[in-house]
């Protein structure tokens, strides 16, 4: 009698410690299912933000690739949070392991995309575009996707060269346009010809201050003034997004395991 009421004892312990993984599990997928939505939001901004942040990214194939990869981790994200909330719920064998298994490739992926990106760090320091500056820029060609891009940035930021006009000094650009001392880019946007605040663009082109973007620190500092907190948000969230995948594959392989 004593054995029987341990074992039955034993046995509703493991039936509530099964329940208390299933739903445990529950909520960490609602939680990749709402990372997911998040990422997915992300990408559809990016790609119709009216702000000139989409002009940045489609003059850059690196970044544009990069907006549909978020786009594809969030569908991704979004789709596996939902087959681990059934999975848990329904107690379905063959749900759980293709979402253990999907979900353990996407964890490896962005692990993989970390470490690439903290070994490749250099490559996004000012000497680092001000030295690419000065080799490719060339200041009218926009089918080239390197000037295109910088012209974008020079326009949307209202700045000149990385860190001020001078980086144009002994530039591909100035071999190309010897008379000019700064790209049309750098100049300042006015009115029509004849109103008070119209701004000759030959006196910018020969390098009168008073007719360029002269913003301190050049373009390199107001890029990253204006994305330092979402690099500071995206990597937290990373480092959320991460840990409760873990957490998730732990409890999806528990709930697989304790499944009768």
Same mark, same amino acid.
């Given at each position: 009698m004593g054995l029987g009421e341990a074992s039955a004892r034993g046995t509703a312990m493991d039936r509530d410690c099964l329940s208390c993984i299933k739903y445990l599990m529950f909520v960490f997928n609602f939680l990749i299912f709402l990372g997911g939505s998040f990422l997915?939001?992300?990408?559809?901004?990016?790609?119709?933000?009216?702000?000139?942040?989409?002009? @940045?990214?489609?003059?850059?194939?690196?970044?544009?690739?990069?907006?549909?990869? @978020?786009?594809?981790?969030?569908?991704?994200?979004?789709?596996?949070?939902?087959?681990?909330?059934?999975?848990? @719920?329904?107690?379905?064998?063959?749900?759980?392991?293709?979402?253990?298994?999907?979900i353990l490739v996407i964890f490896l992926a962005e692990l993989a995309a970390a470490i690439l990106a903290f070994i490749f760090r250099e490559h996004l320091t000012r000497e680092y575009f001000t030295k690419e500056l000065k080799r490719h820029y060339q200041g009218y060609n926009n089918t080239d996707v390197f000037t295109g891009t910088w012209n974008a940035i020079m326009n949307t930021f209202d700045c000149c060269g990385v860190n001020s006009p001078v980086d144009f000094e002994e530039s591909l650009f100035r071999l190309i346009n010897p008379n000019e001392m700064v790209p049309a880019a750098c100049c300042r946007r006015g009115s029509h010809p004849g109103d008070s605040a119209y701004i000759p663009q030959e006196e910018c082109l020969m390098g009168n201050m008073l007719f360029r973007n002269n913003k301190v620190l050049g373009c390199y500092s107001a890029v990253v003034d204006y994305f330092e907190l979402y690099i500071y948000v995206a990597g937290a969230l990373a480092i959320v997004v991460l840990t409760i995948e873990l957490f998730a594959m732990v409890f999806a392989m528990c709930l697989f395991r304790g499944i009768q």
């Open positions: 997915l939001g992300v990408g559809v901004w990016v790609l119709v933000d009216p702000t000139g942040f989409k002009e @940045i990214v489609a003059a850059n194939p690196l970044l544009f690739t990069g907006v549909y990869i @978020i786009l594809a981790m969030g569908g991704m994200l979004f789709l596996l949070g939902f087959l681990g909330c059934c999975g848990a @719920i329904r107690e379905n064998k063959c749900l759980l392991m293709f979402f253990f298994m999907l």
